[in-house]
């Protein structure tokens, strides 16, 4: 059985930092490219960043610079640095593992608000 469960979201000043982490099971951890998306109220879910099983990654526009994605393959186990908290970085963050076929996590929540 798959499981992708994410941690670290929660309530955090303009300007401030979180770590999210996702630990996954049930899958061959290192040859899934690993992603982190995001969905804002009343928007369409995007890409925040993603990271090849050998390390590549990529970021959406809107947070490079400023958020860090980065995976521990012993550990099974893809992070997500997320550093100058915007307001508009509000939204449920999800993880998702894909290789053959995709998988989710049940998402956590990231507010920033003063």
Known sequence: QVQLVESGGGLVQPGGSLRLSCAASGIFFRIYAMAWYRQAPGKQRELVA???????????????????????????????QMNSLKAEDTAVYYCKAAWRTEYWGQGTQVTVSS
């Open 50 to 80: 993603s990271i090849t099983g050998g390390g590549t990654t990529e970021y959406a526009d809107s947070v490079k610079g400023r958020f860090t994605i980065s995976r521990d393959n012993a550990k099974n186990m893809v992070d997500l």
